[in-house]
T-cell receptor, first 112, second 114 residues
Framework: DAGITQSPRYKITETGRQVTLMCHQT?????MFWYRQDLGHGLRLIYY???????DKGEVPDGYVVSRSKTENFPLTLESATRSQTSVYFC???????????FGEGSRLTVL | AQSVTQLDSHVSVSEGTPVLLRCNYS??????LFWYVQHPNKGLQLLLK??????LVKGINGFEAEFKKSETSFHLTKPSAHMSDAAEYFC????????????FGTGTSLTVIP
């Protein structure tokens, strides 16, 4: 189906392990984003990308790595997971500057 | 610096009564403003957006919002609440001075009482 999909939807891991959250969109949108959602903080931007091979840090990038070798994919990697990275992660895309964001359904990550 | 303040973390209304969710923003001259809705265990969905056209913006499901520059507000309203409106609502601002970044409020949880 067309749209933006995230995988896995649910993940439990242990402190120190590497975790990759996948994001795939079928619209060929230029812009893609990763947010984390925590109670009391709303959504906070981790990284964003304006096009393939162009990425930039957001508000809370520490401990995360992104890449964008293809327009449609924007994986987020936690190199060494910590308990503070327990959160719900949302990927989003946008076809235009300042335009509507389209969100995936989220990936719920628990770090034990 | 850009910021968004949602003045109520939780709002309860009875079914059939009006809804008012309040949002104030801090931004430069030409902000774009959005309201998103999030139902449990779902992603966010756009309700409506303001991008310097008409100051009264109509969205989906009977929602609307008015951009008031003098008050730096973008409150969300609906004349008559429905049970299906129960969700989390986010006010979002973006402006050209910050590049393509969106700043989210902390959300307002709407409860609709039957």
């Amino acid at each position: 189906d067309a749209g933006i999909t995230q995988s896995p939807r649910y993940k439990i891991t242990e402190t120190g392990r590497q975790v990759t959250l996948m994001c795939h969109q079928t619209w060929s949108h230029s812009y893609m984003f990763w947010y984390r959602q925590d109670l009391g903080h709303g959504l906070r931007l981790i990284y964003y990308s304006a096009a393939a091979d162009i990425t930039d840090k957001g508000e809370v990038p520490d401990g995360y790595v992104v890449s964008r070798s293809k327009t449609e994919n924007f994986p987020l990697t936690l190199e060494s997971a910590t308990r503070s990275q327990t959160s719900v992660y949302f990927c989003a895309s946008s076809g235009t500057t300042y335009g509507e964001l389209f969100f995936g359904e989220g990936s719920r990550l628990t770090v034990l | 610096a850009q910021s968004v303040t949602q003045l109520d973390s939780h709002v309860s209304v009875s079914e059939g009564t009006p809804v008012l969710l309040r949002c104030n923003y801090s931004s430069s001259y030409s902000p774009s403003l959005f309201w998103y809705v999030q139902h449990p265990n779902k992603g966010l969905q756009l309700l409506l957006k303001y991008t310097s056209a008409a100051t009264l913006v109509k969205g989906i499901n009977g929602f609307e919002a008015e951009f008031k520059k003098s008050e730096t507000s973008f409150h969300l309203t609906k004349p008559s609440a429905h049970m299906s409106d129960a969700a989390e609502y986010f006010c979002v601002v973006s402006d050209r001075d910050t590049g393509n970044q969106f700043y989210f409020g902390t959300g307002t949880s709407l409860t609709v009482i039957p």
